[in-house]
C-alpha cells in the first residue's frame, strides 16, 4: 500500500508541475486586456481553426496596446517573466527596458508554444505588442511569418 500511495504521490507532483509550467503570466492579458486610460487603443485578436492549419498552428492571440503606458509596461512584465522559462530566446534592450523578445516555450502536450513581443516605443513608435501562438509549426516558420507581418 506505502508503494501505491508513493507513486500515486509521484504521479500528482508530475502532473500539477507540467499544468502549471504551461500557464502564462501573459495570457490573462490577451484574453482580457482593459485599459483605465480613456484614450488608449487597444487591439485583440484571437484565430483559432482552419485558418491556421496552413501555418500549423493550432492558437494565435495577440494584443497591441498604444496610449496605456501602465498597460504596457504590464506587458513587459509579464513577457519578462514568462521569458524565464523560455528554452530559447533572443531579446533585445533599449534604456534597459526590454525592446524586442522571441521566446520558444516548453511544448504544450505535443504543441509548441512562442512568444513575440514589440515594445515600438522605444523606437519612435506608438504600440507595445505581444503574440502568442501554438502549434506544430517549427521556430524557423514563426520567424518567418511574423517578419511578413
Do not use: C
Not at 52 to 76: C, F, Q, R, T
Not at 94 to 120: C, H, Q, S, V
Request: net charge positive; proline share 3%; charged share 20%.
Amino acid at each position: 500500500m506505502n508503494r501505491f500511495l508513493t507513486m500515486l504521490t509521484l504521479i500528482l507532483i508530475t502532473s500539477l508541475s507540467a499544468i502549471a509550467q504551461q500557464k502564462l503570466a501573459i495570457m490573462p492579458l490577451l484574453d482580457n486586456a482593459t485599459s483605465t486610460n480613456p484614450s488608449a487603443e487597444i487591439a485583440s485578436v484571437e484565430v483559432s481553426g482552419k485558418q491556421l492549419k496552413p501555418h500549423n498552428l493550432s492558437i494565435y492571440k495577440s494584443l497591441s496596446v498604444s496610449g496605456d503606458a501602465a498597460l504596457a509596461e504590464k506587458m513587459e512584465r509579464a513577457v519578462m517573466h514568462d521569458g524565464t522559462s523560455a528554452e530559447s530566446r533572443e531579446v533585445s534592450l533599449r534604456d534597459g527596458r526590454l525592446y524586442f523578445g522571441f521566446y520558444t516555450m516548453p511544448p504544450a502536450g505535443k504543441e509548441n508554444r512562442y512568444i513575440f513581443y514589440l515594445n515600438a516605443t522605444l523606437a519612435g513608435g506608438t504600440k507595445t505588442t505581444i503574440i502568442y501562438m501554438q502549434g506544430k509549426a517549427g521556430e524557423a516558420s514563426i520567424k518567418k511569418m511574423i517578419k511578413k507581418q
